[in-house]
């Protein structure tokens, strides 16, 4: 049976010429009433005319890149590795920043399909919340409709059947690499400055350094746990709570490479040696890490590489929904030492 217009306006509770407003974008429309006009043309697959369906399955030569924080090092070195290999297929990258907004990711999403580009590639943590999980299924479906693959980059699928695929990053068992070392070290009072909360990689990450610390019989003092927001400025603000707490520790675990470095410099402020008196050790290897003074402790995931086998999967006609993880490898620099006694 077709979908028309009173089909659309029938699931969306409002008139015809509203919806034929929506879609026009000719008449102003309240902000609440777009949405469910907007929630139902997608879940109903509704194609505008017949000229737009004599076009659902052409091929635009763009791919869409959605990240979750432009300036963030993380997401550039994946974006550069996208538009290097999109680049050589002769395609066209068109990168957006949704400054982690869940929102504004949709509309991004919407405007990419809209424009009918042959893939989207979504960057960067998600939050966990069940709506959440459902518009982006919904929003993969609607990319399916139209033969473009929504490809996810470090998180997890939104559910077992979505519509999507991903480039899995190995945020967990980095973290329990990048505790390990500390543990090996000889340290026992591990702080660990996390992510932005309640999203995938700061939980991720977050388990990964308790699990390990459980599995080495070390109990995980809460006091030493700080939050961040995955930026620089946070990290200095959280190594600066964990001085000011009184609490003992000698070693921390940042949970990227930019609040450890926001640490290091709080530490150098406060005439805290690095790392003879605290050893410090971050996630990701962006290229700063290394000039770090000192050279920065980190665990090195294939960025670049992440990047590459998303555009592959944002073109391939049934891409694999279960590709195994790029690995890491850890990187050992002058961050890091044995405790003093």
Do not use: W
């Not at 919340?129 to 990319?143: C, E, F, I, N, P």
């Not at 971050?282 to 402790?297: C, F, M, V, W």
């Amino acid at each position: 049976m077709a979908v028309t217009l009173a089909t659309v306006a029938a699931r969306a509770g409002v008139s015809p010429a509203t919806v034929s407003r929506v879609l026009n974008n000719n008449y102003p429309v309240a902000a609440a009433t777009r949405r469910r006009v907007e929630k139902a043309v997608r879940e109903l697959d509704y194609v505008v005319n017949a000229h737009a369906r004599a076009l659902l399955h052409a091929r635009s030569g763009i791919i869409g890149l959605v990240l979750n924080e432009i300036s963030d090092p993380f997401f550039g070195t994946i974006a550069g590795g996208v538009h290097a290999a999109a680049g050589a297929l002769h395609r066209l990258v068109v990168t957006c920043s949704s400054s982690g907004d869940p929102e504004q990711e949709f509309a991004y999403i919407e405007m990419l399909r809209r424009q009918r580009a042959d893939g989207v590639i979504l960057v960067g943590s998600a939050p966990l919340d069940t709506a959440y999980r459902k518009q982006l299924a919904a929003h993969g479906r609607g990319l399916r409709s139209q033969q473009a693959p929504l490809v996810l980059v470090g998180r997890p699928l939104p559910s077992r059947h979505a519509a999507a695929v991903t480039v899995p990053l190995d945020h967990e068992e980095s973290a329990r690499d990048a505790t390990a070392h500390l543990i090996s070290l000889g340290h026992r009072r591990i702080a660990h400055i996390a992510g932005t909360p309640g999203r995938t990689i700061s939980l991720d990450r977050e388990k990964g350094y308790r699990d390990t610390l459980a599995a080495a019989g070390i109990p995980v003092d809460e006091r030493l746990v700080v939050s961040g927001d995955f930026g620089r400025e946070s990290g200095r603000i959280a190594a600066r709570a964990l001085l000011d707490s009184g609490v003992d520790f000698t070693a921390v675990f940042a949970g990227n490479d930019l609040m450890a470095a926001g640490a290091l410099a709080t530490f150098r402020e406060a005439g805290v040696v690095v790392p003879d008196e605290v050893s410090v050790v971050g996630i990701d290897d962006i290229p700063l890490s290394s000039d770090l003074a000192p050279g920065l402790t980190t665990v090195r995931l294939p960025l670049t590489e992440a990047g590459h086998r998303a555009v592959s999967l944002a073109l391939a006609p049934e891409p694999s929904v279960r590709p195994a993880a790029l690995g890491h490898e850890l990187i050992v620099r002058a961050s890091t030492a044995p405790p003093r006694p």
